[in-house]
């Protein structure tokens, strides 16, 4: 198993169209290098199960606005459960930190399906989770998937994405299935442009993005899947 703990960091958050997005992207492409889960076609798809509590909380966190919250989620790339991570974000204000562990497909239907044990090689993480699943009755909520286009820029620990496909299933049965039910959860032709960096963004960040003509957001994916998912569930009724 890898671990992974990384210090807060700011985040910016923009909506973009279609039009803005491929040209920062291309903008981009000429300068910055691409992380590694890119693909040969230029971007990657990504694939989150989110965790919640018998409450809700982290749902009413966001929808509420409260400045210091956490998420947990189970993640992985490009349909490739070779390798699957469990993650804690964390955001007080617009200072984030992501925590990751590397865990088997096997460990990621025994988290989905609650079968919870303290693991004895001590993954500070994994622990973590299932002790506050056992309290607080955390369970699976919803599937996000999207595909991204990311940048790494290594003076100030700078990372672009580029989000577009957004969207979510509510069966949460479908985690490891390719063809899964897609709705959408942002407007047609947008998507989302966060930028990640340390301390100050670097003036030649700045100014190949042109943030100050873009749309700044609080968009959370989270609350909007959950938003759509009960938008679903009333219309039901």
């Known amino acids: 198993m890898k671990w992974n703990e990384k210090e807060y960091r700011k985040e910016l958050k923009y909506y973009i169209n279609k039009l803005q997005l491929e040209e920062i992207n291309k903008r981009l ?5 691409k992380d590694e889960h890119t693909t040969q076609e230029g971007n990657y798809f990504i694939r989150s199960l989110y965790f919640d509590d018998y409450k809700n909380t982290s749902y009413y966190q966001v929808l509420n606005g409260i400045s210091k919250r956490e998420k947990y989620r189970i993640r992985y790339y490009n349909y490739d459960t070779s390798y699957i991570s469990l993650e804690k974000k964390e955001k007080t204000n617009a200072m984030v930190n992501k925590s990751t562990l590397e865990i088997t497909k096997n460990q990621a239907k025994d988290l989905i399906e609650g079968k919870l044990c303290i693991n004895k090689q001590n993954d500070k993480l994994l622990n973590e989770f299932i002790l506050k699943t056992k309290f607080y009755g955390y369970k699976p909520v919803i599937i996000i998937d999207y595909n991204r286009i990311s940048y790494i820029y290594k003076a100030g620990n700078v990372r672009i994405t580029l989000d577009y496909n957004l969207s979510m299933d509510y069966n949460i049965n479908n985690f490891f299935e390719k063809n899964n039910p897609k709705i ?3 407007e047609k032709n947008m998507g989302i ?11 030649y960040i700045d100014w190949l993005l042109n943030i100050n003509n873009l749309e700044r957001t609080s968009y959370s994916k989270y609350l909007n899947a959950q938003k759509m998912k009960k938008r679903i569930g009333d219309q039901r009724l």
């Open 29 to 33: 492409s000429f300068l910055l290098s």
């Open 184 to 186: 959408p959860i942002i």
């Open 193 to 203: 442009l966060e930028v990640k960096y340390d301390e100050i963004l670097p003036n």
